[in-house]
């Protein structure tokens, strides 16, 4: 489990490493006593405040391997290199990321892609120039996750939770435009899958995916970066009903 950062508000607990784990198997995790109940119906649920989104075990899933996965940049300099490059071209890029809930013992967790021993991230990529948002990030699960054999899969878009702007050719991004900046140079979107009861999925062999619990995530921006720390808070609207 090396290279995974260390559940700081429980440091007996760790993120599972699922695939391309170096075993080919399932790498458990020690559990706690906590119990995440069902939420009961209230007023705002009925009044169609309140969503749902179902979870099924982790154990439903398969994953398998396939051919890597190239990285356009060799270097985050690249990156940025690339991406001024492209926007006195094509303006301010546009990009989409998903996550994929699971649980484990009815504690909700996000797969996660890992490159090297400390970089995590959200499946999902740039987009093409006119490209919708939602079938752009179908086209990015496919190209990672997606089988390499004749089975299309079916990506339930469930909804928009978040979006992120990169105000400079650098680092940083925020969920907010800055007051003083007129032309972001990035803008970002977050999607929220539902996932079917059942599934395979293929990684590719230069990548690992984890399954990270919630509480792992939050607050966690060391060692998830600001982004990925913030799920917790942007899916805490949903009800979780676990299957």
């Not at 209230?42 to 396939?66: C, D, V, W």
């Not at 985050?76 to 301010?92: A, S």
């Amino acid at each position: 489990m090396a290279g995974i950062p260390k559940n700081k508000h429980y440091p007996g607990l760790w993120a599972t490493s699922i695939a391309n784990s170096g075993t080919g198997k399932l790498a458990g995790i020690p559990q706690t006593a906590v119990v995440n109940p069902l939420v009961t119906a209230t007023s705002s649920a009925q009044n169609g405040f309140e969503r749902t989104i179902r979870l099924y075990p982790l154990t439903n899933y398969t994953f398998g391997t396939k051919d890597a996965l190239q990285e356009r940049d060799a270097s985050v300099q690249d990156r940025f290199n690339r991406m001024r490059d492209e926007y006195d071209k094509l303006g301010m890029r546009r990009s989409v990321e998903a996550a994929l809930i699971v649980h484990e013992h009815r504690l909700p967790h996000v797969l996660l892609l890992q490159l090297g021993s400390t970089f995590f991230k959200l499946p999902g990529g740039e987009l093409d120039p006119g490209e919708d948002d939602v079938e752009g990030l179908k086209r990015w699960l496919t190209a990672i996750l997606g089988r390499q054999d004749t089975t299309k899969h079916e990506w339930v878009i469930e909804d928009m939770i978040g979006q992120w702007y990169r105000p400079n050719f650098e680092a940083p991004q925020y969920p907010y435009i800055p007051a003083h900046i007129t032309k972001p140079k990035e803008h970002k979107r977050l999607f929220l899958l539902q996932l079917p009861d059942k599934a395979m999925f293929a990684v590719p062999r230069n990548y690992k995916l984890v399954a990270a619990p919630l509480f792992e995530l939050f607050d966690n921006s060391p060692g998830y970066g600001p982004i990925i720390s913030s799920l917790p808070q942007l899916l805490n609207r949903f009800t979780y009903l676990y299957l």
